[in-house]
Structures are given as C-alpha cells and as structure tokens.
C-alpha cells in the first residue's frame, strides 16, 4: 500500500486498514516510517506492531497481526505537516506509488493499493517524472506501458467504469470515441466476471441530457456511443464472453437503475458523472480500481482530505474497502478468471 501524501489523511486510513486487514491480507506499507508511526499512534494503534522488512524473503516472514513496512521507502527530512504539503511531501507520494509498483512487479506483492495523492503537489514538486501527473490511473498505464486503461469505481449498488478519467469538461465530448466507449464496456464486463456475475448487465450512460433528445441536445449517442457498444458486443461474442448492454440510457436512468438492482454495473462517459452518484451512495467506502493493467490495483475513492488529516476524523473505510477489493481480484486472478 503505497500510503499517499503525508500531509493528508493517506497515512492515517493505512495504517488503520493495514491493522485491520483481512487474516488473508499481509499489507506492506510503503511510506514514510516515522510519518506511519506517529498516524498510528494517533489513532491508538501499537507502533509495537510495525514490521520493518527489507527484502522479498522478510515480507514472506509478515505474521498475522504485523503491519508490514517497507524499509527502503523513500523518508522525509522533517515530519510532513498536516494540510499544508511542500515539495518533498509531493515528490515522497509520487515515489512511493513507484517503490510499491516495483514491488508487485517483481512478485513481492500480488496487488498494489493506492492511498490518496494530490495531483497538484506532485505536479509542483519538481521531482523527475512528476511534471503533467494527472493521476495514478494515467501514471501507472505510461509506466506499465498498458495499451488499455479504464478508470472504474465501485460503491455499494453501484459500479462504473469510465470512459474519460482526468479531463477538463471541456475536452469531454471529442474523447468520447467509441473505441473508448467499446474499450470501458469491454473492462467493466471483465470486471465484473471476476466479482461474480457470469453475464452482467451493462447499462451504457448517455452523455447529453435525455440521450440527447432525438438529436436535439447532441449527436455523440448516435455518432460515438451506440456504434461503441456494437465494438463492445463483437469483441465479448469473439472472446465468449457472456454479457447484456444495453444503451445509451440517460445517465440519471441508467445509475438509478443500477442502485435499483436493474443493472450490474454502468458505463459512464465522464468522472464526475461516475463519482456523484458513487460518492452519494457511499462516500468513505467506495473503492477505485484501474481495468486493463498488467497488475492488480485498488484505491480509495476520496482524495488528501487536508481540512481534516491529523484530527482523527478521517474515515478508514475506503482504505480498508481498497484492501478487500484488491484481495479478491487477487484470488480471481489465481482463479483464471
Ligand atoms: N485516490 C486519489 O489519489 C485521489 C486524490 N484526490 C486528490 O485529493 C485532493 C483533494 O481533493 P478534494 O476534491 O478536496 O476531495 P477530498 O476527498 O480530499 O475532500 C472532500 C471532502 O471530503 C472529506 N473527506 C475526504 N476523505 C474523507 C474520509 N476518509 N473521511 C472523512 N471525510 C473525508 C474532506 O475532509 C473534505 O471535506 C486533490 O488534489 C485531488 O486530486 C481526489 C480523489 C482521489
Ligand atoms: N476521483 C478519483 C481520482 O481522482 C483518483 O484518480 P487516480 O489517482 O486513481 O487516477
């Protein structure tokens, strides 16, 4: 778990996670020791618990109970301070999202879940690298070199995947392509195979209001999303893939549908147009998670909560819901499926 910004609420809600985890779960917090050490006596955990390990063969050794820490992490100079990052706060988050990729990549770990980062401190930091970052989904994709990334959330009723991730509204309407609308229904589908659904039931988001009314209200329903989910529907059938799409649906339809239990999951065409309605029905557990990678990777839905990191308010439960994610898509993959 790569632990976020160490002026946010990031080291908190892992730490928290990590000693809560699932007895299936050995965590490897991947942080600053000294910042990890303080958020957890914060929040009345026993720093007695951490684990400090250095190699492959000392993560195999975790037990349960331990909180495994990284001891190679990138360290601070000074304690990060709450609310009010600087620019080695913003290029420490950046280069621990690296150092826990590293480890999944080369098998020390089975998935990589990701605490909250500001796009902007690192953006600002001046670290290698760390100029234009957007976002992890985009970050880990150019690292990893994945042909295919989806952004997608998941939040009680409801599961989304995106066809845009971190764009001005503005730049919306020309990326909705329907190559992008094929490839999000494609991932969402996959998806949710591995959570359990043998043929989900997809609806796709229009992007105008009322699927832009005939024409009336636009022309991307028509020209991009319905030829979309055609590409969608050809690539399941050659892959055997069982599904049902169904689109394009109002969006306010399609969400209301799902969290009515019409629908598995959505596709929509824009963040906030995902995340409102995730937010709504369950902020401070939704879970991110990025399709299409070569590796497993689950975040929290919330961002650094800088009004509140350091006060004890923040709410584990996205962290600890990263961790479960992560920890099933894991057994699916040892599945196969
Ligand atoms: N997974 C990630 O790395 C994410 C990072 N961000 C980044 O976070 C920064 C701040 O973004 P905002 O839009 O202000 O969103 P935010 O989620 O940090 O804060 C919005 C409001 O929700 C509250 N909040 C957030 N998490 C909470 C929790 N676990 N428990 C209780 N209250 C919580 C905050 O105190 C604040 O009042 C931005 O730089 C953004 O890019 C935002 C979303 C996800
Ligand atoms: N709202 C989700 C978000 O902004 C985090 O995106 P990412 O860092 O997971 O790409």
Not at 65 to 74: A, F, H
Not at 276 to 293: D, M, R, S
Request: charged residues 20%; glycine residues 10%.
């Amino acid at each position: 778990m790569s632990v976020g910004c160490p002026s946010g609420i990031g080291p908190e809600v892992a730490v928290h996670a990590a000693a809560h985890a699932d007895a299936e779960a050995r965590c490897l917090l991947v942080g600053d020791e000294e910042t990890l050490r303080r958020a957890a006596r914060a929040s009345k955990i026993a720093p007695a618990r951490f684990r400090v390990v250095k190699s492959a063969e000392e993560v195999e050794t975790i037990e349960l109970g331990e909180i495994g820490v990284w001891g190679p992490s990138t360290k601070l100079s000074a304690p990060a301070r709450p609310g009010e990052p600087d620019h080695e706060a913003g290029a420490a988050q950046l280069a621990w999202v690296n150092e826990a990729l590293a480890l999944v990549q080369d098998g020390t770990a089975e998935a990589l879940v990701t605490g909250p980062v500001s796009k902007l401190a690192i953006a600002t930091s001046g670290a290698p690298g760390a100029e234009g970052f957007s976002g992890h989904t985009e970050h880990l994709a150019a690292r990893l070199g994945a042909r295919e990334v989806v952004m997608a959330f998941r939040a009680a009723n409801i599961t989304t995947a995106l066809v845009t991730t971190h764009l001005a509204l503005a730049e919306v309407p020309a990326a909705v392509t329907s190559e992008a609308v094929a490839t999000s229904c494609y991932w969402l589908v996959r998806l949710l195979r591995s959570l359990g659904f043998s043929a989900p039931r997809v609806a796709v988001a229009a992007l105008n209001p009322h699927a832009g009314e005939g024409g009336m209200l636009g022309t991307e329903e028509e020209t991009r999303i319905r030829p979309g989910i055609v590409r969608a529907e050809e690539r399941l059938a050659a892959e055997g893939l069982a599904a049902a799409l169904v689109g394009p649906i109002g969006a306010e339809t399609a969400f209301r549908k799902q969290a009515a239990g019409a629908f598995d999951g959505v596709v929509a065409m824009y963040h906030d147009q995902a995340t409102i309605p995730c937010k709504l029905v369950g902020f401070g557990e939704a879970v991110n998670v990025t399709l299409g990678l070569p590796v497993i990777r689950t975040s929290v839905d919330h961002g650094t909560g800088y009004d509140i990191a350091g006060t004890g308010k923040a709410d584990p439960r996205g962290m600890e819901s990263a961790l479960s994610l992560a920890l099933t898509l894991a057994k699916a993959r040892a599945r196969g499926s």
